[in-house]
């Protein structure tokens, strides 16, 4: 139940899909697969939020925003047309 809840919360789950039942079984797995890595990534290397109580909404977040600001940086080397 708990896997479900996430997926419906923060994973879109609650999207009404109009396609065949083929198609959004595989969705689905695609989808659990995703989530299943991103929690190992998450419990396995990053595991010292728990033990300082940090939230990991507030780790996906702080992750987010760093990649943006790595991708602003980026994006003038690499697409610079001078």
Not at 2 to 20: A, E, M, Q, R
Not at 22 to 43: H, K, Q
Not at 57 to 62: F, N, P, S, T
Request: proline share 2%; hydrophobic share 45%.
């Amino acid at each position: 139940n708990n896997g479900f809840h996430d997926l419906k919360t923060y994973w879109h789950l609650d999207h009404p899909y109009v396609h065949d039942s083929t198609a959004i079984e595989a969705w689905v797995s695609i989808l659990v697969l995703a989530v299943n890595m991103v929690y190992c990534f998450f419990y396995m290397h990053l595991h010292h939020f728990r033990k300082w109580k940090i939230p990991l909404k507030e780790v996906i977040q702080e992750m987010k925003e760093q990649l943006r600001w790595k991708l602003q940086k980026m994006t003038n080397f690499v697409y610079n047309t001078s």
